[in-house]
């Protein structure tokens, strides 16, 4: 398993968020609380959208763990941007290598994934088979989550996202159910365009890994005003994280079972998530 | 492209074969004189089968250049073996990761590959889909290489090599003409059993990489009676290589075009070979 | 601070010891309970002396975490030592980089540590002075450890070891109060020659890191007749391990405070430990 | 040995500098023309001021090859910078680890080098000595490179960068010559503050490593009115570079033997370069 955030909002420098909070992502990757693992240090990744070069988010992956990774160190001091994904990787058995890091990537599309789908070793030539062929040599590294997301891809992503996630966790789920797996699939994924991000919570199960969104920062300010970094950051900056980053009263709330979050220009908004049957 | 070099016969320090000759495949990761690329860093590979532990051959992959490698420096300065595979890689356009090092290993067989499938990526996922879906879930990188293997494996490599290649690359022949590929395959393969090495020579446009192996020891032995290397290996020692190691009058000959060689306990020997037209 | 192994006796295969146990060192690398940090991923190494070629051990060292290291799982599968040393580092600042990965070797020495030097950064220069220049320039890492050991083979490690540490630390010990440093040195080391192992367990407090040594195996065999493992092993065979490896009840006893045990042919001895001021 | 560049100017995309002219720098790390090596696979290093946090330059530095690192890529299509260092490195024997790669910083420093100090590992320690104890702790890796750095601190490099460059080449021939060396350095090398660039070509023995400076912006329009290129950067755009990025005729000029060039805001400007005797 793994953990991941998502922000957007007010361009930041990436250490404010990546490093300096105390339960910061990269205390995470020694120390997580909330995670299957407490250590998640098989690879990781950030992908971030700058302003000037807004065709594609650059991605830097690397095998290592983070909390030692003295180039996303630099980055995290020195890059600023106004949304980014960010991820640290707990292998369950795949290769730890930078093509099975997240964020992945298509055209200006991201996704990232925290979960499994059960016993993918034995369904993963039926769901390959599935992707479009025209996206299938694409695939450049070997695990679930990016399988999920090419079949997303397969399924519309990048017209309809709630759709496209819906019928391909309706058909993980029919191909599981053939291969005789009861809960075939956990996760928690977002994924973004570079102006909106869907943050996605669901398992087959009805259990699913946790998943937590930042308050209102107009709310935050009222309920902290001595909080000089809030002061800094627009009311439309949102946060979506695996776990909270911290303690501070007031500012996370769990994304519901079974529900995604789409964080955009505007009112952001909640959702039921339901698959569609494939 | 890559090179790689095959040995059988007497246990050696793998440095003997590896870091000793004037031309060793250590020096032709810098200054290859006979392959496509005159470098070959992206990544390398040893595999090797030891005296104790037959049941499966070793490996150590890694995915710097050989040349500067200290774990290679030290294996190859500390283990000997009586039958080992090396490669060094030239990545014509996929990951360097080490799942995309050879040599690829499926139980005791290990199998490595200079060349490549032309227009791969447009074949790929025709090529793995004719994966016995038994193994399909075994290939963990994203090389024409392993696709190869996996699909010898399919056609009966561990009963029949010779006639498994053969299949391997009748298929690829058909996929890529039906792609409009004119010569879909270029390949010097080895593969080995760990008792027995086959090594094959072949492209579809009949213009191969090259491929040698060294004479006879006790021809050699005649030829240069001062060698004191060639006193201490048995006259059953062998190997074959993408380029000579160096100079040695009478020591490299070359494979034919379209042939294959067998070494073996007993006498080796050389056949002509075919594609299977699948 | 880091956790370490020492394993002496008859050869066995690396994994045995490695992997096998319920908490070996590949999980105490994730999962440490009596160190300082629960994780230690910051590099690991393996030093082992193979049979046929005793001059120098072989050293396989990385910059990533052991517990999803595939050449060290390839290694333990299928190498087979009498003496190996393996360590598994939880960094303390310096950077992660393969010099900085223990055991360190010098000749047909090898050294590694738990432990550190408080304010080594302050102190680095004035230690690294006192080192003979004819060995100054071996040094390749930047850690606190290896200058212990090269100061340990200024004082004569090769013909005294026991003398050699005792000075070493005399020596950090007083510099350290020069630069007014209250307890200038934690230390667990293990140094051999690949016929003797010595383990020191010493800090400038009186509160060191945690050490063992496994029970005699003719003990043990009594105690637990029905286990196979202990049939397969000599009564001289011996581990000393910053942790225990399991629950074995009488299998573990704690190496006393400021004490130093040696594992030899003939009877293996304890004795005390106190600097020698320098 | 190494190559090198410095750029200076209207920010640009790394891309435009790094990857896209014919004989790139990525070009030269697999097939440099004028270094000492044809290869340069020993590691790499980007340092860059960015606009926004320009207290100190990012680097992002590994030790795989440049030609095949994504890491880089993704940074050079999506990073601009009015003033960066890349450096491509060929190592002469010291491990190849991130913190032997060049750029090196000291603050908002960055200093790069092609060259070597001859037999270096004999004069290290006596060097290392010499530099100031209260930057000794910050020097991370092993090479020459950083010793000569360090060195140039010692001297004032912050105050007079000509004067503490001809105080530390004076200081490691006189030492070089102490040791029975006949010509102790050979250097090309750039440093930095942000705002200008100092590149000196020096040795020894009066033939150093080859060095050029891109010709006037202004100069170069008119001779190639059609380049579309040349119109998108300001008249001050300067590239220093180990050896031509391509073939454009009136665009290189050679640093003279023993001279530095300054590039600054206003005029830049070429001295005669001489060691101080220390």
């Not at 795949?94 to 994934?113: E, I, L, S, Y």
């Not at 019928?167 to 973004?192: D, I, K, N, S, Y």
Request: glycine share 8%.
């Amino acid at each position: 398993m793994c953990r991941w955030l998502a922000y957007s909002g007010t361009p930041l420098l990436l250490d404010t968020i990546l490093y300096k909070p105390a339960h910061s992502l990269i205390d995470q990757s020694l120390h997580s609380k909330l995670g299957v693992e407490t250590t998640n240090g098989d690879g990781f990744g950030v992908g971030w959208y700058s302003p000037e070069h807004t065709d594609t988010p650059a991605l830097l992956r690397d095998v290592g763990p983070a909390w030692n990774n003295r180039n996303l160190r630099e980055l995290a001091d020195h890059v600023s941007s106004p949304l980014f994904f960010a991820h640290i990787r707990a292998s369950t058995g795949t290769a730890v290598q930078q093509t099975n890091c997240h964020p992945f990537r298509h055209g200006r599309w991201m996704w990232m994934h925290n979960g499994a789908i059960a016993d993918f070793h034995r369904m993963r030539r039926d769901l390959v088979l599935l992707i479009d062929p025209l996206v299938f040599s694409d695939i450049e590294g070997t695990t679930d989550s990016e399988v999920m997301f090419y079949l997303a891809v397969t399924f519309g992503l990048e017209k309809d996202p709630p759709g496209a996630v819906a019928r391909m966790v309706g058909l993980v789920e029919r191909v599981g159910r053939e291969h005789g797996v009861q809960f075939p699939l956990q996760m928690t994924v977002a994924v973004t365009d570079g102006e909106r991000v869907w943050a996605f919570r669901y398992s087959s199960q009805g259990a699913s890994r946790s998943l937590f969104y930042s308050s209102r920062v107009d709310t935050l300010r009222k309920l902290h005003p001595d909080m000089a970094f809030l002061r800094d950051v627009s009311d439309e900056t949102r946060l979506i994280v695996s776990e909270p980053l911290g303690d501070l009263p007031g500012a996370w709330n769990e994304v519901p079972e079974s529900c995604y979050g789409v964080v955009q220009p505007g009112a952001d908004a909640m959702h039921t998530f339901t698959p569609e049957p494939m």
